[in-house]
DNA sequence: CGCCGAGTTGAACTGAATCAAGAAACGTGG
DNA sequence: CCACGTTTCTTGATTCAGTTCAACTCGGCG
């Protein structure tokens, strides 16, 4: 836990009553690499903190395995659409190694945020911290080459490039499987 | 102010010492079309929420005027990233038409954030929208062809189609001004 | 009028996808 | 621990969507 409360008092000020309220509501879980957290087509009812290992987000688009997003530790890993909307989307969660993660139930969160000002806050900046990441990605997809893209995950996240599989890498990264392996051959 | 009210309330309750101390922190505002809301490069102090008009987010690319996002009536413009980072930005904010806005000063809404719990709850929740939509946009971008994501804006938000110059329409949806016009014909 | 920016249309070019076939890596069971 | 089959990755040839470059049209507007 100690990740968590790291990240957590690195976006806001976290008061010790709130320190034990979110305590008392993380589910610490330890899973097999391969491990679904969230089935596609279902409603993401849990935010996962990723304390230890990578997770991904992926959805199928005509036969084809698409990874949307990328978790490795420190970060926050769900189904964006889904836990906001409270509705089930194509998006599902597994896991590409070993985790231990903290799983905080919607409901509970929800919880906290109506008890806590403190609470509200602290989700407040998550959210903003995942625009300001999303933007940043949308950005490169807007008016980037291929290769651009691939150097700037290169330089931004270099870890994930050895932890994740080539395909799995090219679909984050738009482009087809193939392309990938070339432009890695040719850097 | 009847729009804006109308749209706070459907992410929210609002309490009614929030709804004076929001209306005590709103300033309206009436600009011609061509208005600069936000040089580029700077740093975004404001949340406009537009009553009336169009607004469009850009930025420069290589020597290329890319459009960014566009805010019909309803929505909030900003900076994403520089209104959230406090950061300037490259990314600049003007008017396609005359616009009746509220702006709202970022200094303003952390004080009502800080003061009313519902104020916290209701700028999450603006920040969730935001996330729900630029998820939407990047799937869009993610994996679609220029014909289909053009398509997907005449079914969302055909009035931007009518009210936005070609040219700007072209990168917003990221492809060329030439690609655009040929889908227009064809279809 | 005649200029100018916005939009259209055509032709050549190109980055990346697709199709196809091997090579390497991996895990599973004998 | 090796052999086998499966999956993952590489490499090559071809195709295609979309860009670029360029010429032309149209509708304002000084």
């Known amino acids: 836990m100690k990740l968590f409360f790291q990240v957590i008092e690195g976006l806001a000020p976290l008061p010790p009553e709130l320190r034990e309220a979110l305590s008392a509501?993380?589910?610490?879980?330890?899973?097999?690499?391969?491990?679904?957290?969230?089935?596609?087509?279902?409603?993401?009812?849990?935010?996962?903190?990723?304390?230890?290992?990578?997770?991904?987000?992926?959805?199928f688009k005509g036969g084809r395995d698409i990874t949307d997003w990328l978790c490795p530790e420190g970060r926050f890993a769900c189904s964006i659409?889904?836990?906001?909307?409270?509705?089930?989307?194509?998006?599902?969660?597994?896991?590409?190694?070993?985790?231990?993660?903290?799983?905080?139930?919607?409901?509970?969160?929800?919880?906290?945020?109506?008890?806590?000002?403190?609470?509200?806050?602290?989700?407040?900046?998550?959210?903003?911290?995942?625009?300001?990441?999303?933007?940043?990605?949308?950005?490169?997809?807007?008016?980037?080459?291929?290769?651009?893209?691939y150097r700037r995950l290169l330089q931004d996240t270099p870890a994930l490039v050895q932890r994740v599989p080539l395909g799995m890498l090219a679909s984050y990264l738009g482009m087809s499987p193939e392309t990938l392996s070339r432009i890695r051959a040719r850097i």
Chains 1, 2 share one sequence.
């Open 81 to 149: 659409v889904s836990f906001i909307s409270g509705h089930a989307d194509r998006r599902g969660i597994e896991t590409l190694e070993p985790c231990r993660l903290l799983a905080i139930h919607r409901d509970a969160l929800e919880g906290l945020c109506r008890k806590y000002h403190a609470a509200e806050h602290l989700v407040r900046r998550i959210a903003a911290m995942g625009l300001l990441e999303m933007q940043q990605r949308f950005d490169d997809l807007h008016f980037a080459t291929a290769a651009d893209r």
């Open 25 to 59: 509501v993380l589910e610490p879980m330890e899973v097999p690499r391969g491990t679904v957290l969230l089935r596609v087509h279902t409603v993401c009812h849990y935010l996962y903190f990723v304390e230890e290992g990578l997770t991904r987000t992926f959805y």
